[in-house]
Structure formats: structure tokens, C-alpha cells
């Protein structure tokens, strides 16, 4: 369950629909706690310094969809890792299949290895 969502879906002009980006790109340009007016509704948003962003383009059924999309962690950055090591760590994530965990004799000995052999690299 999302702790909060807003939504909003309406017809624009392109003139309009470029204020609303222009609005959304000076809140990301001046980052801290920013109030995006948006219509009638004015929500207010702590945007950092770094975020992930994603670009999606679907045409389909007589129609091109264009998303944009940003997300950031709503807690304070923790001190992250190199860029280098949260990339491994994140394209390990993605690639790697879940396996199944062994039982038996060895099975935790073999963890203990797994994690020693991460510490050191």
C-alpha cells in the first residue's frame, strides 16, 4: 500500500502542458522543499539533490504515450557507496535470478564464505 498518491488527469493545451513542465523543471533546478501549483491543487515536495529518473514512449492504439517519471528515497541519503560498487550491486539485483536456499549440512557454512569473499572485494 502507497503511504500517499496524488493523481491527476486532465486536458491541456500544449501551452499549458508546458507551463506545468517548466513549473516541474524549476522545482528540480532549485531542489529543498518546492511547491509545484498544479491547477486548483498545490503540492509541496522535497526533491534532492539526486534522484533516479525514467523516459518511456509507447505508440500504440492510435496514440503516443509519453511518461516521465523521477523517484527518490523519502528518508535522508544515507553516506552511499561508491558509484562503481551500488552499480554492481544494483545490476546483481536485477540480473541475478533468486535462488533457492540449501539445506543440510555445509549450507551455512558456504553463506558465511559468500559474505567474507563480498567484505573483501
Known amino acids: 500500500m502507497k503511504d500517499l498518491k ?31 501549483e498544479l491547477g486548483a491543487v498545490t503540492l509541496s515536495l522535497r526533491i534532492p539533490d539526486d534522484l533516479r529518473g525514467e523516459l518511456e514512449v509507447e505508440v500504440g492504439d492510435g496514440e503516443i504515450e509519453l511518461e516521465i517519471e523521477f523517484k527518490w528515497p523519502i528518508a535522508p541519503a544515507r553516506t552511499a557507496p561508491s558509484a562503481t560498487g551500488a552499480a554492481k550491486a544494483d545490476t546483481k539485483r536485477k540480473s541475478a535470478p533468486a535462488k533457492p536456499r540449501r539445506s543440510g549440512p555445509g549450507a551455512s557454512e558456504n553463506k558465511s564464505a559468500k559474505r567474507s569473499a563480498t567484505k573483501t572485494s
Open 6 to 36: 496524488f493523481e491527476q488527469k486532465r486536458s491541456l493545451s500544449r501551452l499549458e502542458a508546458a507551463d506545468q513542465l517548466t513549473a516541474i523543471a524549476a522545482a528540480l533546478r532549485e531542489g529543498g522543499d518546492v511547491e509545484l
